[in-house]
């Protein structure tokens, strides 16, 4: 697989976020259960926003790490599961021979 490593990295860096944001909100929410007062109700919402949108920007990179349209990555994640399946599936559009040195910025 010949996946851009810039996107890679974005897409591995944002799943990273992802999933501590969705362990701290679980936490969060499980330990405050009733007792949040209206700052721990905007923490909390805080939370779930990052989680969001780390989670949308992971597959946007994803998508573009694979050759895809940013559109892609942003479509798919509606699907949830079933769309990080396809997202994998899909073909890698860079040719084989194609990977751009570290250095290089895309």
Not at 51 to 64: D, G, I, Q, R, S
Not at 75 to 97: A, M, N, Q
Request: charged share 15%; glycine share 6%; aromatic share 14%.
């Amino acid at each position: 697989m010949t996946m851009l490593l810039a996107y890679k990295k974005k897409a591995n860096i944002a799943a990273a976020f992802w999933f501590v944001s969705m362990v701290l909100f679980v936490i969060f929410a499980v330990t405050t259960e009733n007792r949040l007062s209206d700052i721990g109700e905007t923490l909390k919402m805080l939370l779930l926003t990052l989680n969001v949108l780390t989670f949308w920007f992971a597959f946007w990179a994803y998508a573009k790490a694979k050759g895809y349209s940013g559109l892609v990555g942003v479509v798919l994640p509606i699907f949830s599961i079933v769309g990080l399946i396809i997202l994998h599936s899909l073909r890698d559009k860079h040719p084989e021979e194609f990977q751009p040195n570290e250095g290089d910025h895309q």
